[in-house]
Structure formats: C-alpha cells, structure tokens
C-alpha cells in the first residue's frame, strides 16, 4: 500500500475530502517530538550548534499541542455529520472507531514495556526512575486509557502515552461539542473561538508560572489538551467559511511558519500556539506551496506513520538511554555521535513502517468491522 492511500481510499469511501497536506504536517511533526526526545545526543554532537537551530530543536514538544488542533480539526472534518443527533449507537460506533485507531498499537507498546519490567525484576536489574513509572497500578490505569487524567504526577510505562489517554478524554466529549460547534454560522466568531481557547490555556499555564505549555505530567496535562483541541473545533467552523484563495492561503502559511520559528527562537512561547492554530487552517486546503510538498509521497508516508512513529519512538529513546549513556556522550568521537543519531533515525522509522503495516492498519480494518457488525446488530 502506497502512502497516499491510507487514510486516503478511508476518507474517499466514505465521500469525504482528503486533507493530505494535514496529513504531511502531522508527519513532520511527529518526526519534530521524535528529534526532541533524542535532543541530548544532538547537543553533544553539535556543541556550537546555532541558537536558531537550538530552540527549534528544544521546543520539540510544541508538536504535541499542534497534534490536538490537527486531531480536533480532523474528526470535526470527519466525524461531525455523524452527531447531528447524538443516539447511543452513534455514540458507542465513534469510540469504537477511535479504540481501533489509537488502542492496539498502545496495548502493544504497554505489554512490550510491560515484559521489559518483568524481565529487568527477574534478572535483578534495577529500573529506571522514577519507580512509580512502572507499578501495577499505573499499568491498569494505562490500560484502560485513563493514566493521564491527574490522579498522579508521575509518567506510566510508555511516557509519551500521556496524550493518548487525554486525547481518549476528548474523544469521549467530542460527539457532545459538535452540535453547539455546528451553530458557529460566522467566520468572525469561529476565530474568536479559537482565540479565546489558546488564550485560557495560556492564561492557565501563566498562573501557574510556566512560560509555555511543557506539561505532561498530573492535571495540567487536561488543560493543555483542551485549548488545543477545543481551538481546532473552531478552526474547522472556521475553515468551512473561508473562501479559497491559493495567495491567501500561501501568505497565510509564510506567517505561521515564519511567526512559529520566530517564538521558538526568541523563546516567546507565549505566542507559538497561536501561529500553530494558523498553519493548521493555512495548510488545509492545500493549495500553498509547503502544502503541496507535505501532499507528495514522502509526507504521505510520514503522515501515515506517524502515530505509529509517536506511540514507539519512546521505547527506542528508553533503550538509547542505558546504551548509550549521556554522561560519556562527550568522551565520544564524532562519528560516532553520528552514528547513533543516524541509526536512532533508521530504527524508529522502520519500527514505525513495519507497526504501521502490520499491526495499525490489520487491527483498524477489523476492529473497524467488528464497529459495524455491532450496530447492525438487532
């Protein structure tokens, strides 16, 4: 199956429009959070690294926040004729399809850590801090999707799962929004919207004296999913209205990248979810020029990777940290840091393609199946 297919041939069965420059952006930025995560290694490779670069690099976990816009923007674009009236099987058939999406790969990545930690109690090994990470408790929360909803301020198991389980918490609210959403009949007010969502996001990370939404442990990791995804379910209302104009869309996109470098590297975080918003909207349509690169096969592919590239990254991170230990990064000859940064690259997109292939889109295609028979059923 080639990249563009995919989500592609999904959408178009079901008479929906294809975003595929939405689909390109989601790829970059999964690779942004991957690079982020291994940002240690750069640092020790590239010591005199310039600044601009630096930031970019270091604000890797802005990704996450533009990952909840796409995610809100792209189940409005998908989903949101399903809730005109919400009824139970609607209902229980919109979760079911968003289990098949995120839940396999999920329970694979928590079992794989899940054996790591019997196998390191077996053999005596000690494991990594903090050890709330890996109690019982903390895997049956993981399990059931619910580990990041502030019960506690520590990570479980697989640490970027966290915004897999609040993402499962504005799936379980989504079909409830869409209908108010769907009474935004004016463009002003869908921007107005979005505004004010990032802005009572940001309002609640400054009261708490952060300069930026880093927060993936305890209850701020709610907040910072909700002004992200409530602010894409604006965009879309607002993506509805806006006429199509390729020079608007191009200067529109010119704007958001440039103002996104510009906060990151004049560490002014305070303004980078705002220029997040307007690449999502700008890039929708697809008719700027960035968005036709991101449309072409390499972004396809990895879009189409991309929660598979998310969800698995980690462990690799996990297993580079014992291997190879930060304290003796320094001690090591150039070519060697390029090597390890060169095979980190290779391995997590190819664990990422091979998942993908033959676990994410099996388990969607049957679980997606198993949806349909239940609602069918008498």
Not at 220 to 228: E, K
């Amino acid at each position: 199956m080639t990249a563009t297919t995919d989500s592609g041939h999904f959408l178009q069965h079901a008479g929906i429009d294809y975003l595929s420059a939405l689909t390109g952006l989601r790829g970059v930025v999964a690779l942004w959070v991957a690079i982020y995560h291994i940002r240690a290694y750069l640092h020790a490779l590239l010591p005199g690294m310039p600044n601009a670069l630096t930031q970019v690099i270091d604000s890797g976990f802005i990704g996450v926040d533009i990952f909840f816009l796409l995610s809100a923007f792209i189940m409005s674009h998908v989903y949101g004729g399903m809730f005109t009236r919400i009824t139970r099987t609607s209902y229980g058939y919109f979760l079911m399809l968003r289990l098949a999406r995120i839940y396999p790969l999920h329970l694979l990545m928590l079992l794989a850590y899940g054996v790591a930690v019997l196998a390191f109690v077996t053999l005596g090994i000690k494991q990594p801090e903090p050890v709330e990470r890996w109690s019982g408790l903390c895997f049956a929360e993981s399990l059931i999707l619910v580990q990041s909803w502030g019960f506690h301020d520590h990570s479980c198991f697989n640490g970027v799962a966290w915004s897999i389980s609040v993402e499962w918490l504005a799936y379980l609210i989504f079909p409830f929004l869409v209908p108010l959403f769907a009474r935004i009949t004016s463009l002003r007010t869908a921007l107005a919207g979005a505004v004010l969502a990032l802005a009572a996001m940001h309002a609640y990370f400054w009261s708490l004296g952060s300069g930026s939404t880093l927060a993936f442990l305890g209850f701020a990791t709610v907040p910072r999913m909700a002004g992200s995804f409530i602010a894409g379910c604006f965009l879309y209302r607002a993506y509805l209205r806006l006429p199509a104009h390729r020079n608007a869309a191009t200067i529109a996109v010119i704007l958001g990248w440039a103002g996104l470098w510009a906060t990151l590297v004049f560490d002014a975080k305070l303004w980078t979810a705002w220029f997040c918003a307007l690449l999502v909207l700008a890039h929708a349509g697809g008719t700027d020029p960035i968005g036709t690169q991101l449309s072409r096969p390499i972004g396809q592919y990895l879009g189409n990777i991309s929660y598979a590239l998310y969800i698995s990254h980690f462990a690799v991170v996990d297993v580079y940290v014992r291997l190879f230990r930060l304290e003796s990064l320094e001690q090591r000859p150039a070519w060697q840091l390029v090597a390890i940064l060169v095979l980190y690259l290779a391995v997590i997109l190819g664990i990422a393609t091979l998942l993908h292939r033959l676990v994410e889109i099996p388990a969607r295609y049957w679980l997606g199946r198993l949806a349909k028979r239940m609602i069918s059923a008498p």
